[in-house]
């Protein structure tokens, strides 16, 4: 006995990986960005913190939303 797999479905399903795959690829630059970001924080110069303090506060955010997302 054999099962009839739809076209549609398969396509459908094909299509989550590739946007699985993407989300995780840049789950994984962000936190890595993020990571750099916070590196610079603390070895940088006084002067950069305020930047530094927005850059990590912009990628956090950028995490939950991703994150959320899937």
């Known amino acids: 006995m054999a099962d009839v797999i739809s076209f549609i479905d398969v396509v459908r399903e094909r299509?989550?990986?590739?946007?699985?795959?993407?989300?995780?690829?840049?789950?994984h630059i962000l936190e890595a960005n993020l990571h750099l970001a916070l590196h610079?924080?603390?070895?940088?110069?006084?002067?950069?913190?305020?930047?530094?303090?927005?850059q990590i506060r912009q990628l956090g955010e950028l995490l939950e939303y991703v994150t959320g997302a899937m």
């Open 15 to 27: 299509r989550r990986a590739r946007e699985r795959a993407a989300t995780e690829a840049c789950l």
């Open 40 to 54: 610079l924080l603390a070895a940088g110069p006084e002067h950069e913190r305020p930047v530094r303090a927005r």
